[in-house]
């Protein structure tokens, strides 16, 4: 049996190891939700786990921890819980600076408190909320202090060089690919750079100039994400870039922005760049007062796409602009690619390249992953658009399985942060396409589950046992299309 002083030592670091298990959910939280508070506890898509694994154990903390009960429970239900949780996460917590700041921070403070309340004020209980209170405040403000200092080095770096040119692109759907197709036509005649992977927030550009902008290039190529009105702002404001295109808007995050209008507002915040010189605007985006080096794009306005044709095998289509018409072909799948394409076409050629170089780029355009991507694997086609989540482009990917001759499945959540409509045309499309439904995650389930008829229906919670369901149900010759991917916690 422990002595008084050893029952002390074991209830703190019990009571540690639970501040830090509370702690380790909270900046997980955060972490996928941008580090915003208000996300986390009003925007989250499964706000359920907050009851379970967050105020369950506090609550019964107080309720019950001056007895042996609470601990029981806390290592023989509660930690086994969380342990699983986080395993099951496909989009596991990130030891950043920032993470391993608030850890040692949540740390000390903790510690401090329970040395304290065991020496001076003899606690019958120790805090939990008030380590974590105190940790996220004294974090938010040393993070603030920190991206200031970054911030401002950032700005320095660019200042530093008056001759690069930095276009930004931003749109509800494609502005990665766009971003990707203009760092490729404009290789051969300049120096390129373009943001890794999806960077497009504030935070991402300053630490991705910082730390990895070379020395030597002539064209820096960033997109522009938002998920509420002034980011986008926020951002033209910090690079100042010359060339903005602005891509087809839509509901991508209507949760977020409410409505088609506020989304419109957010994306046409780039235009406020003070160094603007050409910008590109999608007609998607809605009325722009007029202004010299304004180039509107769409079907209403002298640049846009005449004709596309697309199959399994890749896009065509002709480009018209008041210099004339011009065709192009890429080995790319999706006829929306066209449009994402021209976009980078008028861009590059605004830069300087000829049409001829351009046509002969864009045949060799290479493909972009997860977006359309087809995968020729063990007698199967795989067309890999996890990294696709507007509705457009799903539509266009289940065209093109329609032309595959044999059996059809498709893997999909459906759309995220989109309409209940704009879902139901999507099981529509899949309902009348597909052989066999696989739907990941609850999102979309309940919907899915009551609209499809035609195909058999399988509901994953989670993707543990996709592959194994994959390798059962299909056989040579199907083709498997994974329409959008979401992590766990959406």
């Not at 004020?121 to 920190?146: N, V």
Request: charged share 20%.
């Amino acid at each position: 049996m422990l002595s008084p002083w050893g029952t002390q030592v074991a209830l703190l670091l019990s009571h540690l190891l639970l501040v830090g298990i509370l702690g380790w959910y909270l900046i997980t939280n955060l972490q996928w939700y941008n580090y915003k508070l208000e996300r986390v506890l009003f925007k989250h898509h499964k706000r359920a786990w907050h009851l379970l694994y967050f105020l369950l154990p506090v609550g019964l903390y107080y309720a019950f921890s001056s007895s042996w009960v609470y601990w029981v429970y806390f290592y023989a239900v509660a930690l086994p819980m969380f342990v699983l949780w986080h395993r099951k996460q496909d989009k596991k917590l990130v030891l950043t600076g920032r993470v391993k700041r608030f850890f040692a921070l949540l740390f000390i403070v903790a510690l401090l408190q329970d040395l304290l309340c065991l020496a001076i004020w003899h606690c019958q209980l120790f805090g939990l909320l008030l380590p974590l209170m105190i940790t996220l405040a004294i974090s938010t403000a040393i993070e603030k202090y920190l991206f200031l200092l970054y911030y401002r080095q950032a700005k320095a770096k660019l200042a530093s060089r008056p001759q690069l040119k930095i276009a930004a692109i931003t749109a509800s759907y494609g502005k990665t690919s766009i971003k990707n197709f203009l760092a490729h036509l404009c290789a051969q005649r300049y120096n390129v750079y373009k943001t890794p992977r999806s960077v497009n927030t504030l935070g991402g550009l300053v630490k991705d100039i910082n730390e990895s902008l070379p020395p030597d290039i002539d064209l820096y190529i960033a997109e522009a994400g938002a998920r509420e009105p002034g980011d986008i702002a926020d951002i033209a404001l910090f690079l100042e870039p010359s060339y903005l295109i602005i891509g087809t808007v839509g509901e991508a995050h209507i949760d977020y922005f409410k409505n088609l209008d506020r989304t419109r507002a957010t994306k046409k915040e780039l235009l406020l760049s003070p160094k603007r010189r050409w910008a590109l605007v999608h007609e998607s985006a809605g009325e722009v007062e007029a202004a010299p080096g304004i180039v509107r794009f769409g079907p209403s306005y002298d640049y846009k796409i005449t004709a596309c044709q697309g199959d399994l095998s890749g896009i065509s289509f002709t480009l018209a602009t008041p210099e004339g018409s011009f065709a192009f072909q890429a080995p790319l799948l999706g006829s929306f690619n066209a449009e994402n394409i021209a976009m980078a076409l008028l861009l590059a050629r605004e830069l300087g390249l000829s049409w001829e170089e351009l046509q002969a780029s864009t045949a060799t355009l290479p493909v972009v992953e997860h977006r359309l991507q087809r995968i020729d694997a063990g007698g199967k086609i795989i067309l890999d658009d996890s990294f696709n989540g507007n509705p457009a482009g799903i539509k266009e990917g289940i065209r093109l399985c329609r032309l595959h001759p044999g059996r059809k499945i498709i893997v999909t959540p459906g759309l995220v942060e989109s309409t209940k409509e704009a879902n139901e045309e999507i099981a529509h499309l899949i309902d009348v396409t597909f052989d066999l439904a696989i739907i990941t995650g609850s999102l979309n389930a309940a919907l899915f589950k009551e609209k499809l008829k035609h195909p058999e229906v399988i509901i994953l919670g989670n993707k543990e046992t996709l592959t194994s369901i994959l390798a059962e149900k299909t056989r040579l010759g199907d083709l498997i299309y994974f329409a959008n991917d979401a992590p766990t916690f959406i």
